[in-house]
């Protein structure tokens, strides 16, 4: 599986963005996907997962701010985000998972929020 990011880029606190993830190859295979990111500093973590069966979960700090989606069908995944802040900085990563919980990462995408 091959997992493509974009989207990312110079926003103003307060404002929107949406990143997209394209998969590609053995797709079939994909149980779940997430967004994942790493800011300077930080370790990498979980911002929202979504299921196979369209379940998610989200970070705190990003809960109502930010919803995942994915459409199966173009096997692509979005990550709508909204009144972002100066704290949402950050290199975001495509991620998926199969039935076998293997990973699979794709590049990240930089996001910065600042005026």
């Known amino acids: 599986v091959q997992l493509q990011a974009s989207g990312g880029g110079l926003v103003q606190p307060g404002g929107s963005l949406r990143l997209s993830c394209a998969a590609s190859?053995?797709?079939?295979?994909?149980?779940?996907m997430g967004w994942y990111r790493r800011t300077p500093g930080k370790q990498r973590e979980m911002v929202a997962v979504i299921t196979k069966r369209g379940m998610t979960d989200y970070a705190d700090s990003v809960k109502g701010r930010f919803t995942i989606s994915r459409d199966a069908a173009k096997n692509m995944m979005y990550l709508q985000m909204s009144s972002l802040t100066p704290e949402d900085t950050a290199v975001y990563y495509c991620?998926?998972?199969?039935?076998?919980?293997?990973?699979?990462w794709g590049q990240g995408t930089l996001v910065t929020v600042s005026s």
């Open positions: 991620n998926a998972w199969n039935d076998d919980l293997q990973p699979y």
């Open positions: 190859g053995s797709t079939f295979s994909i149980s779940g």
